[in-house]
């Protein structure tokens, strides 16, 4: 067996590996920009694998073939399978372009469909990049999310914008310092690029739906995100409590944003986002009972 295909087979295992360990050493001591550009090109690896995986089987018998790779798995590894692990490559990339287009498509779909107006900036926060612009939109529903969108610029060059979209419903229900703990928190997701890794991510799992890896790599990131922006949240405003109640007014209402692809502010559906969300509120609570923040009126 010629000693080039075996390296050139091997290499997206060495490298799945080499970027999992430097995920894990990441999870807890980088920057979320960090963690989320890992992730990324984590699951790319993964997407590789797996592709070419399953081409193998489907060359190999089908059932027959899941047999074969279970008995020996490092046959996938031979020299011949090299066209295998091109097109698994290929398939992979079109996979994640496919989940790219549709997720700014979803977000300029979104722009069209809610009728947005601008809101203006909070006064107490300051004045955002140019590129963020916040909005709000007619809903009942207490919604708040966050989405990066790619837009031309100049002759051929592009642009990302950082949309933050707040329904009327979530605004008729806060106070003053709740709606701009909520800004901030959505500020935080766009400072660490969540709206564009996050909800790649998000709707690449979406896709993936057989693929629980994915799903599972998405809500540990999810999860991780949204502690991470209330923190942002309560360095920028110095009010936890402000977050914890706009937290709580919004879960009352039955959850999460009815779009697919953003970076919502309670941010997944069902039991779990609800647990999850108690979690978040209990957290900031903790926060403010530390003393390390001033008690704020509630307004």
């Given at each position: 067996?010629a000693?080039?295909?075996?390296?050139v087979t091997?290499?997206p295992?060495l490298?799945?590996?080499g970027?999992?360990?430097?995920?894990l050493?990441?999870?807890?001591?980088?920057t979320?920009?960090?963690?989320?550009r890992?992730?990324?090109?984590?699951?790319?690896?993964?997407?590789v694998?797996?592709?070419?995986?399953?081409?193998?089987?489907?060359?190999?018998?089908?059932?027959?073939?899941i047999?074969?790779?279970?008995?020996?798995?490092?046959s996938?590894?031979?020299?011949q399978?090299l066209v295998l692990?091109?097109?698994?490559a290929?398939?992979?990339?079109?996979v994640?372009l496919?989940?790219?287009?549709?997720?700014?498509?979803v977000?300029r779909?979104i722009?069209r469909?809610?009728v947005a107006?601008?809101?203006?900036w909070?006064?107490?926060?300051a004045?955002?990049?140019a590129?963020v612009a916040?909005?709000?939109?007619?809903?009942?529903?207490p919604?708040a999310?966050?989405f990066?969108?790619?837009?031309?610029?100049r002759?051929l060059?592009l642009?990302?914008?950082?949309?933050i979209l707040?329904?009327?419903g979530l605004l008729?229900?806060?106070?003053t310092?709740?709606?701009?703990a909520?800004?901030?928190?959505?500020l935080?997701?766009?400072?660490?690029?969540?709206?564009r890794?996050l909800?790649?991510i998000?709707?690449?799992?979406?896709?993936?739906?057989?693929d629980?890896f994915?799903?599972?790599?998405?809500?540990s990131?999810t999860?991780?995100?949204e502690?991470r922006?209330?923190l942002?949240?309560?360095?920028l405003?110095?009010?936890p409590r402000?977050l914890?109640?706009?937290?709580?007014?919004?879960?009352l209402a039955?959850?999460?944003?009815r779009?697919?692809g953003p970076v919502?502010l309670?941010g997944?559906?069902g039991?779990r986002g609800?647990r999850?969300?108690?979690?978040?509120?209990?957290?900031l609570?903790a926060?403010?009972e530390?003393?390390?923040?001033p008690e704020e009126p509630?307004?």
């Amino acid at each position: 067996m010629a000693l080039a295909p075996i390296a050139v087979t091997y290499l997206p295992v060495l490298v799945w590996v080499g970027i999992g360990f430097g995920l894990l050493a990441a999870y807890r001591r980088s920057t979320s920009a960090t963690v989320l550009r890992l992730a990324a090109a984590f699951l790319a690896s993964w997407a590789v694998l797996a592709t070419t995986a399953l081409l193998w089987v489907l060359s190999n018998g089908g059932f027959r073939g899941i047999e074969r790779l279970i008995a020996s798995p490092l046959s996938l590894f031979d020299g011949q399978f090299l066209v295998l692990w091109l097109l698994g490559a290929a398939g992979a990339f079109a996979v994640f372009l496919v989940a790219f287009v549709v997720s700014q498509a979803v977000a300029r779909g979104i722009l069209r469909l809610v009728v947005a107006r601008p809101l203006p900036w909070p006064t107490t926060l300051a004045a955002p990049p140019a590129s963020v612009a916040l909005y709000e939109f007619p809903s009942a529903r207490p919604d708040a999310f966050t989405f990066t969108v790619l837009e031309r610029g100049r002759g051929l060059g592009l642009f990302r914008r950082d949309v933050i979209l707040v329904s009327e419903g979530l605004l008729e229900r806060l106070t003053t310092e709740e709606w701009e703990a909520v800004v901030a928190h959505e500020l935080g997701h766009i400072r660490e690029l969540d709206g564009r890794y996050l909800t790649f991510i998000r709707m690449l799992s979406r896709m993936m739906r057989w693929d629980p890896f994915f799903a599972l790599l998405s809500a540990s990131l999810t999860r991780r995100e949204e502690y991470r922006a209330d923190l942002d949240a309560v360095e920028l405003t110095r009010r936890p409590r402000a977050l914890a109640r706009a937290l709580f007014k919004a879960g009352l209402a039955g959850g999460r944003s009815r779009y697919p692809g953003p970076v919502a502010l309670l941010g997944v559906r069902g039991r779990r986002g609800r647990r999850e969300t108690v979690e978040r509120i209990r957290r900031l609570v903790a926060l403010a009972e530390s003393g390390e923040y001033p008690e704020e009126p509630v307004g």
